[in-house]
């Protein structure tokens, strides 16, 4: 028989798939596509998967769970299912877009289990994160300028380690870690100068186990792999031992008139949330907010603009709630006016020993504020009221009026208000407003900008305040604040209370013709 | 490894450096109580956004939150406003009288 017919006979399909094995490159596909590169290998990777053969389809399965960190549903997902693949190439084309890429595969499942279908242009997000878009005058950091800075943070971060022993460990390790380099410590200039100029140093210190692990303990379990990057994606457990997506972006620029480095970023993960009727649902929310801005560079617009930037943001990914934590001097007085402390999380930071201590009130709401208030909150709050009181009365040189003074801010204040708050708060029912509002009428206390209480002789006093305003200052505490639209609107009710419309657009130079 | 740290906070000026950080003026600027409108400007922007809700029960939400935070004439200012910006077939002209 003519063997060319034989030939010509073969069915389309089977010829495709001696194609398939006599192969495209798999590998080549996988890394072009991780890279944005969607051209040939990419394309003939998508057209051949739906005609492997099982036995190519096991292994080249295999291959992505163990080099691409892929789950075993993804993997073979990904090798059959159109839709999938689309997912895939999208957010591997929207990470180019911002110069960034994936590490594997398996960081676009985890994007995928993040995001909705057809919520894959995450570059909207990184673009957004960009100090240098953001504020005037800012140089971006990129690559190794970034993983050095990042090294300068985790030891920033020692400085708030609870357990002494624990500090002294980790800061030691750290030490040794880069001097067996020839390495200063991270915060030191000349240390970043020499991992800048000699980057294999930063690929040795990825390479210690150990140090990885207390990168990811003190920065949110983040990985020294992706220090150079924008953009990470890795998996968290819960307290149920669920695997829950994580995203994280955080972009660094520099001002090169002051070196002062600004950066912005933030974090989206799930959550998983137990319904009134016992279901379980998973909501999106936003946390780790960082907006540290340089002085210089804020200048007439950019705040507007930047949140302003956020809203869509907010609205296309579906972001349902963001955690804030309040504990810049005054921040933790601001935030007081538009949430309250949001327990479950605040539960989630406590050591080991306090949660031994707080045993099953944990789940109670009530109880486990009344913990968090009489451990965490009360005693800082009641600290700073009598340095503030102390500060105050010590500046006044009249005894009679220092005493009239005394009355009223020992007596009255500290004592006999401040005890009814107390006792609100030990059961569980008083609010981080009920605090910042102590002697509200009261503003006598001065501060300068840093937020300390000063003398209001002091040249440095610049901002006046009351009592309440000046012992909350600088607590630490945790706020959730949904991100409904009518959420955002209650937000702006609280910080404007209520103000009226024709005044707030005359003040944007826009006049309606009401009524 | 879990390392219990204290919590910290990235919000403002010189919000990475311990001991520094107050940034009255970063709270003044996201409050808009700065020179800056920065409240106006977002307050403008979810006006422009509620145009886009479908769902009555949503738009039932801001206009109880306004009446409960506003006094009478600036409830009714801004129920004039949404008169005006809220398109034709918007769930607010269904719900206004609700608020007469």
């Known amino acids: 028989m003519d063997?060319?017919?034989?030939?010509?006979?073969?069915?389309?399909?089977?010829?495709?798939?001696?194609?398939?094995?006599?192969?495209?490159?798999?590998?080549?596909?996988?890394?072009?596509?991780?890279?944005?590169?969607?051209?040939?290998?990419?394309?003939?990777?998508?057209?051949?998967?739906s005609l492997l053969s099982k036995d190519n389809r096991t292994k080249l399965g295999e291959h992505l769970q163990r080099y691409e960190a892929c789950s075993p549903e993804f993997a073979t997902k990904?090798?059959?299912?159109?839709?999938?693949?689309?997912?895939?190439?999208?957010?591997?084309?929207?990470?180019a877009e911002s110069d960034e890429r994936l590490l594997s595969l398996g960081e676009a499942e985890i994007c995928c289990d993040l995001m909705e279908p057809g919520k894959e242009d995450i570059s909207q997000?990184?673009?957004?994160?960009?100090?240098?878009?953001?504020?005037?005058?800012?140089?971006?950091?990129?690559?190794?300028?970034?993983?050095?800075?990042?090294?300068?943070?985790?030891?920033?971060?020692?400085?708030?380690?609870?357990?002494?022993?624990?500090?002294?460990?980790?800061?030691?390790?750290?030490?040794?870690?880069?001097?067996?380099?020839?390495?200063?410590?991270?915060?030191?200039?000349?240390?970043?100068?020499a991992l800048l100029s000699d980057p294999k140093k930063i690929d040795l210190l990825k390479r210690d186990k150990y140090l990885q692990d207390i990168y990811a303990a003190l920065l949110d379990d983040r990985s020294m792999d992706s220090m150079d990057r924008s953009v990470e994606f890795y998996w968290r457990k819960d307290e149920s031992g669920e695997k829950l997506p994580v995203m994280y972006v955080e972009r660094y620029a520099v001002n090169p008139k002051t070196e002062s480095v600004s950066k912005l970023g933030f974090e989206i993960t799930l959550e998983t949330e137990v319904r009134p009727d016992g279901t379980k649902r998973k909501k999106r929310i936003m946390q780790n907010v960082m907006i540290v801005i340089d002085e210089q560079a804020r200048g007439s617009n950019e705040g507007s603009q930047f949140l302003l930037s956020?809203?869509?943001?907010?609205?296309?990914?579906?972001?349902?709630?963001?955690?804030?934590?309040?504990?810049?001097?005054?921040?933790?007085?601001?935030?007081?006016?538009?949430?309250?402390?949001?327990?479950?999380?605040?539960?989630?930071?406590?050591?080991?020993?306090?949660?031994?201590?707080?045993?099953?009130?944990?789940?109670?709401?009530?109880k486990a504020k009344a913990f968090i208030m009489q451990h965490k909150i009360l005693p800082t709050f009641e600290k700073n009221m009598a340095i503030a009181i102390g500060i105050f009365l010590h500046s006044i040189k009249n005894p009679g009026e220092r005493q009239k003074m005394e009355q009223k801010l020992v007596k009255e204040l500290m004592e006999k208000e401040y005890g009814k708050i107390k006792e609100k708060a030990l059961a569980g029912e008083a609010a981080m407003e009920d605090l910042a509002n102590l002697g509200k009428d009261l503003r006598v206390f001065r501060?300068?900008?840093?937020?300390?209480?000063?003398?209001?002789?002091?040249?440095?006093?610049?901002?006046?305040?009351?009592?309440?305003?000046?012992?909350?200052m600088g607590i630490p505490w945790k706020a959730r604040v949904p991100l409904t639209r009518e959420a955002r609107f209650g937000m702006i009710e609280k910080l404007q209370r209520g103000s009226p419309i024709k005044a707030l657009m005359q003040k944007m130079g826009i006049l309606f013709n009401i009524g | 490894m879990k390392i219990n740290k204290n919590l910290t906070s990235q919000l403002g000026r010189n919000a990475d450096q311990p001991g520094k950080g107050s940034d009255f003026a970063f709270y003044d600027w996201l409050q808009g109580t700065d020179k800056q409108p920065t409240l106006p400007k977002i307050f403008l922007w979810l006006l422009d956004d509620l145009k886009e809700e479908n769902d009555p029960a949503e738009v039932k939400k801001v206009l109880d939150l306004w009446q409960q935070s506003t006094?009478?004439?600036?409830?009714?200012?801004?129920?004039?406003?949404?008169?005006?910006?809220?398109?034709?077939?918007?769930p607010f002209h269904n719900l206004k009288n609700e608020y007469k």
């Open chain 1, 3 to 49: 063997t060319t017919s034989e030939a010509a006979r073969i069915p389309e399909k089977a010829k495709k798939t001696k194609d398939a094995q006599k192969g495209f490159e798999f590998t080549g596909a996988i890394e072009d596509l991780k890279t944005g590169e969607i051209g040939g290998n990419v394309k003939r990777l998508f057209e051949f998967s």
């Open chain 1, 78 to 95: 990904f090798l059959a299912d159109r839709r999938l693949q689309n997912r895939v190439k999208k957010i591997a084309q929207s990470l």
């Open chain 1, 125 to 193: 997000i990184i673009e957004a994160m960009s100090p240098k878009k953001q504020f005037k005058g800012l140089v971006e950091l990129k690559g190794p300028q970034v993983a050095g800075k990042r090294l300068a943070d985790l030891w920033e971060q020692l400085k708030y380690i609870t357990d002494p022993e624990q500090g002294r460990e980790a800061t030691e390790y750290i030490q040794a870690a880069f001097k067996k380099l020839g390495l200063g410590p991270p915060n030191d200039p000349a240390t970043l100068e």
């Open chain 1, 310 to 366: 956020l809203m869509p943001i907010i609205n296309k990914f579906g972001i349902e709630e963001g955690e804030f934590v309040a504990n810049l001097k005054i921040g933790s007085y601001n935030w007081t006016k538009i949430a309250d402390m949001d327990v479950p999380s605040m539960v989630k930071t406590l050591s080991n020993e306090d949660l031994k201590d707080l045993g099953k009130d944990a789940e109670d709401e009530k």
């Open chain 1, 447 to 472: 501060f300068d900008e840093d937020g300390h209480v000063v003398a209001p002789d002091n040249p440095k006093a610049k901002i006046e305040g009351h009592l309440g305003k000046a012992a909350i």
């Open chain 2, 71 to 90: 006094d009478i004439n600036e409830f009714k200012n801004r129920m004039a406003l949404l008169e005006k910006i809220m398109p034709p077939h918007h």
